[in-house]
């Protein structure tokens, strides 16, 4: 079966007529069968035509995940707008920057999210920003709205996805139609989903993870969507276990989250499979104390909609657990000086408004440069081994941080391990270790040092360790991921170790 390109709105019409009163959608205040889900889409469709939105504008949506959000997002799409997700982490500069880089006609929001005033954020972007609609979000999105105006086409855009900036202000990626569902309905296929499966998204939909591979897995494969405002890994086990989900998606800090939660030996869950963004120690562990015995590896980015490759949840298990991943059909994977670098119908538009960025993205023949380093084996798999940012020189050896992830992650008290290379005034750089433990386990900062010595060569072997609770404070990015950048400064700070000049 080949892919035939059509637009947001073609699936979900579609589902509305042929899976009318299956789920489509369950929230902590929400559960929406497809035709209830459609309903509340052309009503915010009604009303981002009626603050006189079009075809092509741009449309951000501040708040956490549920049925809002995604009635916004698909509302969007059928009036031809373009979402534009805007971080719920974000300050009120980036947040206006955000909205001034896209040249977002609209914002709607929400108030309050969890601890945070978003009405005074609102405020404060008001007053660089006042010609952008500024719509508080108070409630659903109802009403008997008709479908007016020209809709889109395939190869509209859909999305403008802004990266987490960690080093400087975010660059926004413009995602189509068709690349964002074609990758929804290529991965999906890897993965092996069922119109009976229940998905659970650990992933904000601000984040391409939240959008593409969680929601619109779900649209183009008919599928319920179960998932909570943010993530909590206690309370996303209870609802995996009341929802009886079938499938999960996450990366290496998610899943290490959710089995090292004190809660999980209580859980009684229903997975099968799903799909993983994590090194073999956590693949391993996700099958074996998951049982997600399907789980597939996966690897993607931002700016390639987002995956890139993915195995097939056929594959055999070791295959699937050494992240051996063949590119998507269609898509073009090479390595050059180490690098990642793909070519395909996923890959953006180009940054907005960033035509040197856009520029800087892509090599001399049109490659889309990830950043990331990997290997192909012969027959055309592709594993990533770290950001290539990340490699660090000890006394003249490359060191990858995931290298030394791995063997911590070995030892069984250890939840999740973060590496970064830390100056040292005789090697150059040496590695750094921050891990935190299983709920219940033990172990001393010594005792992990003398574990890796044990497995790994000595340039490899942390100078510095420490056990924290977490990275919430370090360095966390909300989609789950480790800020290396931050997690360095910090480790220099603790350890008084200076700058490398």
């Excluded at 180490?338 to 953006?348: A, C, L, S, T, Y």
Aim: one cysteine or more.
């Amino acid at each position: 079966m080949s892919w035939v390109s059509r637009t947001l709105g073609d699936f979900l019409a579609a589902n509305a007529r042929a899976r009318a009163t299956a789920e489509a959608l369950v929230t902590p205040t929400a559960r929406l069968s497809w035709a209830a889900l459609f309903a509340r889409a052309r009503a915010a469709a009604a009303d981002i035509r009626a603050r006189g939105i079009g075809r092509g504008e741009r449309v951000a949506i501040l708040m956490g995940n549920g049925e809002a959000w995604l009635s916004l997002f698909y509302g969007a799409a059928l009036a031809g707008a373009v979402t534009v997700p805007v971080n719920t982490r974000f300050k009120p500069r980036e947040i206006a920057f955000c909205l001034r880089q896209s040249e977002a006609s609209a914002l709607y929001y929400v108030e309050r999210f969890l601890e945070i005033d978003f009405a005074a954020m609102v405020e404060e972007v008001r007053r660089e920003l006042p010609a952008v609609r500024y719509v508080p979000v108070r409630g659903a999105f109802e009403g008997d709205a008709r479908d007016e105006g020209p809709g889109p086409s395939p190869s509209d855009l859909l999305l403008i996805q802004f990266t987490s900036g960690t080093t400087a202000y975010p660059k926004g990626a413009m995602l189509t139609h068709d690349s964002m569902l074609r990758n929804a309905w290529e991965a999906g296929r890897r993965f092996g989903v069922r119109p009976d499966d229940r998905y659970f998204n650990t992933r904000p939909f601000f984040h391409v993870g939240g959008s593409t591979l969680s929601a619109l897995v779900a649209l183009v494969h008919g599928c319920t969507l179960v998932t909570l405002p943010t993530f909590e890994a206690g309370a996303a086990l209870e609802t995996m276990e009341r929802e009886r989900c079938t499938l999960v998606s996450g990366n290496d800090t998610i899943f290490q989250m959710l089995i090292g939660h004190a809660d999980f030996p209580k859980r009684r869950l229903a997975l099968r499979g799903g799909w993983a963004a994590a090194g073999p120690q956590t693949m391993r562990r996700i099958v074996e104390s998951l049982g997600a015995r399907e789980i597939c590896a996966a690897y993607g980015l931002s700016e390639a909609s987002p995956n890139v490759a993915m195995s097939d949840w056929r594959d055999p298990l070791e295959v699937r657990i050494q992240g051996l991943a063949p590119p998507l059909p269609g898509v073009e994977v090479r390595i050059r000086d180490g690098e990642i670098q793909v070519r395909g119908w996923n890959v953006m538009r180009g940054y907005c408004g960033n035509p040197e960025a856009s520029a800087a993205a892509f090599t001399e023949d049109g490659w889309l440069r990830t950043g990331d380093a990997g290997e192909l084996t012969a027959d055309g798999r592709l594993r990533m081994t770290g950001r290539l940012k990340d490699v660090f020189r000890v006394g003249g050896e490359n060191v990858a941080p995931a290298e030394v992830e791995e063997v911590l992650l070995a030892h069984p008290a250890v939840e999740t391990a973060q590496v970064v290379g830390v100056p040292d005034s005789r090697l150059g750089e040496v590695p750094c270790a921050y891990v935190t433990l299983r709920a219940g386990a033990s172990a001393t900062e010594e005792e992990l040092v003398a574990f890796v010595r044990a497995r790994a060569a000595n340039f490899r072997v942390p100078r510095y360790l420490r056990i924290v609770s977490g990275f919430d404070e370090i360095g966390m990015t909300a989609s789950g991921k480790v800020q290396k950048a931050r997690l360095r400064e910090h480790a220099i700070r603790e350890f008084g170790l200076g700058t490398t000049g």
